[in-house]
């Protein structure tokens, strides 16, 4: 395992060496290495490293989900209303029906088939997308409208949307039904997860306040509790849905909000976390992806993927009627929500080991979202945003607002 783990390290930070002298994106390089060193390629990562690979993923997403919230001011959700709504379900919406609509064209797939293949493309990245929001949040860009907050707030809670819709056309195709309560749970995870990682960020705060500590043992204490809220997640599953990542990111956005200053060292901290966090996520994620199966798509795979990444672009500028955001403002939302990765390779086999006969065909389609989205949102995020957004001036105090 460690000789896994040293290859894994020295060939990400090469490759994502390279791709920045390149002025690409870090992070292909990342992918690519994990897409050589993974079983399908040279397979040189030990098998245990790959058997807990989804728990490491995991708990990269958690450390960028808090340091998300030790940076996200909740008056400027407050103030950014209606959009960031929106954000959450409709552009996810409007793909997965472009996807249902379109992939029996392409493919001999029934409808359902489709739907479950648009459930499974329908989720944005939040490990390519937030890292560059905060990035952004960090230099002023956008901050006059609150546009790095808007994305990273529908960014984190579309995946849940997008899950719950999964779960449920699954449910229909192996002869359970679909299920009206499965759509209630949406907003009840949100809620309920928001609430949770409010009260115990309030019960974090007190504690750092009266109990002097280092600040790397804060750091530890809210790592821990971090991750006994996403266990919570799936122990009060059967009773209470609750979004575990949600609440994550409402603790850290809380500490902020009640003291600024315990949150900045800590948001120092988990920057630093971070780097090596993203090397695990993106080497582990490439390391998912069978390469096999996207030299088989062909020319209609790539086709029907930029169709439903257009009707994405739609169902985001929808988001954006009667805002105050200006065309490029706005195309740059469109851009930063491109971004597929990490659900795509957690779920996008799953059809296939139930048993849906076009099974081999929705893996195929997730994997080539992986290797096109994720390249080309970040790539499209890293070269637009000093374009598109203007950087932040005192004197202006403009914000996302309905008309």
């Not at 807990?52 to 909740?74: E, M, P, T």
């Not at 992939?103 to 490990?127: D, K, N, Q, R, T």
């Not at 937030?130 to 956008?142: A, H, I, Q, R, W």
Request: charge should be positive; charged fraction near 10%; proline fraction near 5%.
């Amino acid at each position: 395992m460690l000789f896994s783990l040293a290859l894994m390290f020295l060939c990400s930070l090469i490759l994502s060496a390279v791709m920045q002298k390149l002025k690409l994106p870090g992070l292909i390089g990342m992918l690519l290495a994990g897409i050589l060193l993974g079983p399908y390629v040279l397979n040189l990562i030990a098998p245990e490293l790959l058997t807990v690979s989804a728990d490491i993923r995991r708990i990269a997403l958690i450390i960028i989900l808090i340091r998300a919230g030790l940076a996200l001011d909740i008056y400027d959700l407050q103030r950014v209303g209606r959009p960031a709504i929106l954000m959450c379900f409709v552009p996810a919406t409007v793909e997965i029906a472009a996807t249902t609509l379109f992939a029996p064209m392409f493919f001999p797939i029934s409808y359902l088939e489709a739907a479950i293949m648009g459930a499974v493309l329908g989720a944005v990245s939040p490990a390519v997308t937030v890292p560059k929001m905060l990035k952004l949040m960090e230099e002023g860009y956008g901050k006059e409208k609150s546009i790095p907050q808007l994305v990273l707030a529908g960014a984190s809670a579309d995946d849940i949307y997008v899950i719950v819709l999964f779960t449920s056309f699954m449910g229909v195709y192996g002869g359970s039904g679909f299920h009206v309560g499965s759509l209630l749970s949406i907003p009840v995870s949100i809620v309920s997860g928001l609430l949770v990682g409010i009260l115990v960020g309030l019960a974090l705060t007190k504690l750092f306040q009266t109990v002097p500590m280092r600040n790397i043992v804060k750091i530890l204490v809210l790592l821990s509790v971090a991750f006994l809220l996403s266990t919570l997640e799936s122990v009060v599953k059967p009773y209470v849905p609750m979004s575990g990542l949600l609440a994550v990111m409402a603790l850290g956005g809380t500490i902020l909000k009640k003291d600024y200053h315990i949150a900045e060292p800590l948001s120092g901290g988990f920057a630093k976390l971070w780097v090596p966090a993203e090397l695990m996520l993106f080497v582990l994620v490439g390391a998912s992806v069978d390469i096999r199966y996207a030299t088989k798509a062909g020319i209609a795979a790539v086709a029907l993927m930029f169709i439903v990444l257009a009707a994405r672009v739609c169902g985001v500028f929808l988001c954006m009627v009667k805002t105050k955001l200006n065309t490029k403002e706005r195309l740059f939302c469109a851009i930063a929500y491109l971004p597929k990765a990490t659900v795509q390779a957690a779920i996008g086999g799953l059809p296939l080991a139930a048993g849906v006969a076009a099974g081999n065909t929705i893996l195929t389609v997730a994997v080539l979202a992986i290797l096109i989205t994720a390249p080309l949102g970040a790539i499209g995020i890293d070269a637009s945003y000093k374009k598109l957004l203007t950087k932040h001036t005192r004197s202006t105090q403009t914000v996302v607002t309905d008309k």
